[in-house]
């Protein structure tokens, strides 16, 4: 394993710092505990918190900034972030208006923040919570129980964040988050593993001509093993779960999210949109919105996953308005 | 080798096809010969159009857009565009006012763009062209005759978009260009090599503990392969010859980018960006601007590197000015 790293226990932490140091207009980095929170505090506005292990940036630390996220809580590598970490993040954002915390639906996680809400809560804070569970692969996984959180996630962020910044109250941001993570569904694919620094060795391993069709964000076990195929094959093994579970249908505005996992080329990205935008089109679905990048990765996994987010005019609308984070940035 | 791909001959045209479904309200992609353009075209200002192989991703289609260029030219992966690709993109963007060719410093570039300027002069369009040549590693290279062009190009085509964008004449554009140029340098290293698709294998080899320092963006061979080494000394060793090459000295106010090859995490792209910050601090060197990403790739390279702009108010500004391309947006 090589790594641009200097030491596998302070990943985290200088990266943070970079991150920090990088995007010092837009972002203020807390260490001890770590801790992401916006330049500016919002006035007046709900409050978005969301958090995790780290290894999947830019989730969630980039998306921290207007339009999207007050703070982000980074956990260790692929580890839930404490309540004592995620409790700050609460109570510095939220200016009376209330709390929602975005959570995607991993064991640890979920147990963490409900922790820290309770604690919140009972210094007198309002706070809300969407669990993010758009991973249509498994029904229960390694760290899960109930449906992975997974790219969904990034979409649930952006579009909650537009309606605190438009001046939604808690009970109405809460809503929109419900709804997207209602009409969002995800599937992924590994080419090859990943390695957690500190672990040293891949997370799993997979044959020279095998993937692992449905795999999840930190390398958990998908749906099967199968033979290296061609990316339409991919694409379409990938999507046509994504769709079925949906119940997408003909004239449904979408928007396609084709997001890559770390260690996949961004050519390789539009190769996978290409073929998922032509199926789209055949079966009369209206690709409205498109994102195509690395989103929300697993460290330097290769592969992909593909994400059919249901629109509507006021989720189209609130896509579009203004954002302005590290990662994710238009109309200012 | 596993890579997202249908056929290793289609790659370019299929991932073409691909980014021009998904940024369609952005650029016009024509196929045979391949081309990105604009979808609204400049009217009256100077045109910019950049190219070269693929493979670098975003780099240079991404880049299409307002306040960037008007065009660029994919060749096949790693391959320079030909003439009768560069043509059409000076015929078809020029308004009148000129056209400024951004070219990185390989030799096939360099002929092919010289071919297409000439014949595009002989149609009686003003052509500019600037060679972008900013990567310090060595002097002569295995494509190239004098220093290559690297990630300095994303520089040189932001701020050279950004002054065609405020109706500067192609003599202005093209200073400005230069000036980017003739203030920037950069170096990279590579942990672990790319692999062409239609080749199939790695297109170079390094061993389980070793690196190539100064590597160029098609693996061409360094400065000398050295042991694997933790990321601030391997930073201090990009960083270094940077700066002294670039005389930057104490009060310069810089744009320090951190550009990531493909294959390695954003993570540790910030763990770079943290030392080469520290390293600027110490010296007196003001970070003015940052950008870290995947700027400028080398397919599924793991590496980065290290790119310091000297900046001054009017490339502050022209940096500063709005941008909307499918890989670098802000301000609108």
Redesign the interface.
């Known amino acids: 394993m090589?790594?641009?790293?200097?030491?596998p226990r302070r990943?985290?932490s200088?990266?943070?710092?970079?991150?920090g140091?990088?995007?010092h207009n837009l972002v203020r980095v807390h260490s001890d505990p770590d801790l992401v929170l916006r330049r500016e505090p919002s006035r007046g506005k709900v409050s978005l918190v969301s958090g995790g292990g780290?290894?999947h940036?830019?989730l969630h630390s980039?998306y921290v900034g207007t339009g999207m996220l007050d703070a982000a809580v980074p956990g260790a590598v692929f580890t839930s972030p404490t309540p004592d970490q995620i409790l700050p993040a609460i109570t510095e954002t939220d200016t009376g208006a209330g709390v929602l915390l975005i959570v995607k639906n991993y064991t640890g996680d979920i147990l963490n923040f409900e922790t820290a809400a309770e604690l919140a809560q009972a210094e007198g804070i309002t706070v809300a919570t969407v669990v993010v569970n758009d991973d249509v692969a498994v029904e229960d996984s390694l760290y899960t129980a109930g449906r992975r959180g997974v790219a969904g996630t990034v979409l649930v962020e952006r579009i909650a964040g537009g309606a605190a910044e438009r001046g939604d109250t808690l009970e109405q941001v809460a809503a929109v988050a419900e709804r997207v993570n209602a009409n969002v569904r995800s599937m992924g694919v590994a080419?090859?593993p990943c390695t957690v620094p500190h672990a040293g060795e891949p997370s799993f391993t997979l044959a020279?001509?095998e993937?692992e069709l449905g795999v999840g964000i930190h390398g958990e076990p998908g749906r099967r093993r199968m033979p290296?195929a061609?990316?339409?094959s991919?694409t379409d093994q990938l999507l046509e779960p994504v769709l079925q579970d949906l119940g997408a249908s003909s004239g449904d505005p979408v928007l396609?999210f084709?997001n890559g996992m770390?260690?996949?080329?961004?050519?390789?990205?539009?190769?996978?949109?290409?073929?998922a935008?032509e199926v789209l089109a055949e079966r009369g679905i209206r690709?409205e919105r498109?994102l195509?990048g690395?989103y929300i990765?697993a460290?330097?996994m290769?592969?992909?996953s593909v994400t059919v987010l249901r629109l509507d005019n006021e989720l189209t609308e609130l896509w579009d308005s203004p954002v302005?984070t590290p990662a994710l940035?238009?109309?200012?």
Do not use: C
């Open positions: 090589k790594k641009l790293i200097n030491d990943v985290v200088e990266s943070l710092a970079g991150f140091l990088a995007h780290s290894g940036e830019p980039g080419l090859a020279d001509n993937i290296m061609d990316a339409n991919i396609l084709v770390g260690g996949t080329p961004l050519s390789e990205l539009y190769i996978v949109y290409r073929r935008a690709v498109s195509v690395n990765t460290l330097d290769q592969g992909a302005n940035r238009w109309g200012m």
